[in-house]
């Protein structure tokens, strides 16, 4: 029975016990940040069961959407349940099939082993770059075993975002002067996996080239040099092989030992806990810092330092008193 | 007259009125962190003249000691005083000639014009990164109208540290697989300037394309693009023409206006001074939270999240309760 409330812990204990229709509310708590995201992010931590998070990344136009697609169908049609979150950070919209590419899911919209969803900025304390983790979580904990997490372009934050997944892929298309995106916007360092989208344009040749000479400038110390794989996303050719090169990568990071004795996918996880820890203490000691200092002063201070006005050390200080409340620290 | 305190109100002034003999002593205060270095630095901060800052790094064994040792004598050729910071992260050694190939520099030791002074990791708070732009600031006050600042090799930190330069030179050398070096270290990143020494190796060419391929598919926002100097300095080849890369690229930074309507060179230093300010309090910040928290129940915390047994959120809470003194943030 569907749950109508807006009520975060009912909404979180309805998901957590199966019941899907509660979702799309219960994301919306924890897109739009504030005490009820934190409440649900609590109580959604430790009931997560351990589902694998797959993010998608490429310039605009590289085919992302329709990869995406497929990678669905083929997931589908061998009976597995996908959640999708598509991430555009400059977008004022959110909450559903809005952008425009997201209509093409639409195929997918009666089945219910299929979950889509768009998250742009809202107010979450952080931004998306923890809201996106929060939200996987709650995909994971109604017990979707894959989550897809694809962002719209190459942005930092929407590269950090695809970054932190188990396995990310990058999509690239020959012609597009994508070996340059690549390079410029750190696509290099978070592959995993590269895709080769639209193969069957001429200079095909040209950027697999070009990529296997980054590669070759780089080290892979965990032992994955990242493979390159060719598709043609809209006839639907190399989906297989993407998926295979999924599943090898995720066989590599489970079956590898890092240098603590866990495998290589619970490091990798582990990384990503402390990774988000320094994120939201960093994000709450931002917020305290303004509110203790106020927004103008502290602006104010940042001028006086860049115009050498004020030395930082002073700065600090000043800032420091506000935060603990006293002027013990001077 | 030597000034024999080693307070830091007194080396201070006495650098500030052109007493040079204080500066060993005053940079010893400013290396060893603490309470005392922040007086320095804030004593000094407001009291520089505005001299001009090199960065210069590379892989060891590239030559970066002697092309430095060389664009000393071409500078005192010329007339001008100038002063050099050596950065080891990794040495426990400091405080002047110790390293082993500063003992070439020594050519320069009975000369009052120039000032050499090796730097590692003492107690301050925020290492280096914060150590050697308050040192550069010290010699800079001290009259020098050029600081160079040389550092071993291309970890993180030496990366770091000398491109917080006004221009910032890679030296690499042929045939070392210099071109992955600089492509891993991100170097290609910090360098406004690539010098390629030893530079009669066979393959020097290979390392030019190299370098010339990977920044092609980069972009240059300010229309510098970093030039490819060749040297052989340890016969002094090619030195007059990097002291004229650095004029150019002095001159480009001075003469170009960026998007504040300051010039090129005022906004990196503001962006510096700005970086700088953060730095100065994230580490007081972090000193905090680690006093406030305990370092045990910090590191405890940490070990937590990363096991997935706490959440960030909860973590974060805890953490900033110690900070703010106080249980309101719950």
Redesign the interface.
Same mark, same amino acid.
């Given at each position: 029975m569907a749950v109508r409330t807006r009520d975060p812990d009912v909404l979180a204990s309805a998901v957590l016990d199966g019941d899907r229709t509660a979702l799309p509310r219960l994301l919306s708590v924890v897109e739009g940040g504030g005490e009820a995201a $934190?409440a649900v992010? $609590?109580r959604v931590?430790?009931q997560?069961k351990g589902g694998y998070t797959v993010g998608i990344t490429g310039p605009p136009g590289a085919g992302k959407s329709t990869l995406t697609d497929r990678l669905i169908g083929s997931l589908r049609g061998g009976g597995a349940e996908v959640a999708v979150l598509a991430v555009d950070p400059s977008s004022p919209y959110s909450g559903g099939a809005l952008l425009g590419d997201r209509v093409r899911m639409m195929d997918h919209a009666l089945d219910p082993g299929v979950f889509v969803r768009s998250m742009a900025t809202r107010g979450h304390l952080g931004g998306l770059a923890l809201a996106v983790p929060e939200a996987v979580r709650v995909l994971d904990a109604a017990g979707f075993p894959t989550v897809l997490v694809e962002t719209v372009g190459v942005g930092q934050s929407e590269v950090e975002i695809a970054g932190a997944a188990d396995t990310t892929m990058v999509v690239l298309t020959p012609g597009a002067g994508d070996?340059?995106q690549a390079?410029?916007a750190g696509l290099l360092e978070v592959a995993d996996i590269f895709v080769i989208n639209k193969a069957d344009h001429p200079q095909v040749a040209e950027l697999e080239r070009?990529l296997s000479? &980054?590669m070759? /400038? %780089?080290?892979w110390p965990n032992g994955w040099r990242p493979p390159i794989v060719r598709t043609i996303a809209v006839k639907g050719d190399g989906v297989g092989d993407v998926l295979a090169a999924i599943e090898a990568h995720r066989a590599h990071l489970s079956g590898g030992t890092g240098p603590s004795g866990l495998s290589l996918l619970e490091e990798r996880? %582990? =990384?990503r @806990? +402390?990774s988000?820890?320094r994120?939201?203490?960093a994000a +709450? /000691?931002d917020r305290?810092?303004k509110d203790a200092v106020g927004e103008s002063r502290y602006q104010q201070? &940042?001028d006086e330092? =860049? %115009?050498? $006005?004020?030395?930082?050390?002073? @700065? %600090?200080?000043e800032?420091?008193r506000g935060?603990?409340?006293s002027g013990r620290?001077r």
């Open positions: $934190r992010g $609590r931590y430790t997560t070996g340059v390079s410029k070009d000479f &980054m070759d /400038l %780089a080290t996880r %582990a =990384a @806990a +402390l988000e820890l994120r939201v203490l +709450l /000691l305290h810092v201070l &940042m330092v =860049a %115009a050498r $006005r004020v030395d930082p050390w002073t @700065a %600090a200080d800032i420091l935060v603990t409340g620290d």
